[in-house]
């Protein structure tokens, strides 16, 4: 059994793990992957988006009026980390459709393993904003703490990251960097081979997602 940082949340949900152990399978298409991905980006964001505060208003239903909740206008940002943040993101944009959407172009170097910023594109209000990282892999955390390091020099304080899987090594190491972020996730996985995947994992998540290399 892994260790899991207090500040993470491993989702423990039926429809996640059915879902997630269709991603890991080698055989599943790219456009299964895709929808998949999508799908369990719902669920995911259910508990990320757990705590939002509600304020009453009144409102008349077609029986009488009444006082119901809704969103406290806090605004949200959606940060997606490419690639392969974007296969997250359309699902929490079905969910939010007003949200902002900020990129993060981050790829890690094949030899060094760090991450390389190729793109940076945040609204200029983060500071008044929820902002969520997206990526779905959680390896090294190499690129998650980069990409949260940029969007607090940005101004983001209430910030929290959605990924999918995440390694024992990267949780600990992104839990040190940043512990006041909450991370959500699927699956806390075993470890990191030697060339820095997530075993058993699910492979390269972008590559998956989008069927290029
Ligand atoms: C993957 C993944 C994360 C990163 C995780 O991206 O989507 O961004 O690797 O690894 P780390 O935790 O060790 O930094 P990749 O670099 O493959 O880029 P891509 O999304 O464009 O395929
Ligand atoms: N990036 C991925 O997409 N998968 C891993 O296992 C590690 C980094």
């Given at each position: 059994?892994?260790?899991i940082?207090?500040?993470?949340?491993?989702v423990?949900?039926?429809?996640?793990?059915?879902k997630?152990?269709?991603?890991?399978?080698?055989?599943?298409?790219?456009?299964?992957?895709?929808t998949?991905?999508?799908e369990?980006?719902?669920?995911l964001?259910?508990e990320?988006?757990?705590?939002?505060?509600v304020?009453?208003?009144e409102i008349?239903t077609?029986l009488?009026?009444?006082?119901?909740?809704r969103?406290r206008?806090?605004?949200l940002?959606?940060?997606?980390?490419?690639?392969a943040?974007?296969?997250?993101l359309?699902?929490?944009?079905?969910?939010v459709?007003?949200?902002r959407?900020?990129?993060?172009?981050?790829y890690?170097?094949?030899?060094?393993?760090q991450?390389?910023?190729?793109?940076?594109?945040?609204?200029?209000?983060?500071?008044?904003?929820?902002?969520?990282l997206v990526?779905?892999?959680?390896?090294?955390?190499g690129?998650?703490?980069e990409?949260?390091r940029?969007?607090?020099?940005?101004?983001?304080?209430?910030i929290?990251?959605?990924?999918?899987?995440c390694a024992p090594e990267?949780?600990?190491a992104?839990?040190?960097?940043h512990?006041?972020?909450r991370?959500?996730?699927?699956?806390?996985?075993?470890?990191l081979?030697?060339?820095?995947?997530?075993?058993?994992g699910?492979g390269?998540a972008?590559?998956?997602?989008f069927?290029?290399?």
């Amino acid at each position: 059994m892994s260790t899991i940082p207090p500040s993470f949340t491993i989702v423990d949900h039926p429809l996640v793990l059915h879902k997630l152990t269709l991603m890991r399978d080698k055989e599943t298409s790219t456009a299964s992957f895709r929808t998949l991905l999508r799908e369990i980006s719902l669920l995911l964001a259910y508990e990320t988006l757990r705590d939002l505060p509600v304020e009453q208003v009144e409102i008349e239903t077609p029986l009488t009026p009444m006082m119901a909740p809704r969103l406290r206008g806090k605004k949200l940002c959606f940060v997606s980390i490419l690639r392969a943040g974007d296969g997250l993101l359309q699902g929490l944009l079905d969910l939010v459709p007003a949200a902002r959407v900020g990129h993060i172009g981050l790829y890690r170097d094949p030899v060094s393993k760090q991450p390389v910023e190729y793109l940076m594109k945040l609204p200029d209000d983060l500071g008044d904003r929820v902002t969520v990282l997206v990526d779905p892999m959680l390896a090294t955390a190499g690129s998650a703490i980069e990409a949260v390091r940029k969007v607090k020099e940005a101004g983001a304080r209430d910030i929290r990251f959605l990924a999918l899987v995440c390694a024992p090594e990267g949780a600990a190491a992104f839990a040190a960097a940043h512990p006041d972020v909450r991370v959500y996730a699927a699956s806390m996985d075993e470890r990191l081979d030697d060339h820095k995947y997530i075993v058993p994992g699910l492979g390269d998540a972008g590559d998956r997602l989008f069927g290029t290399k």
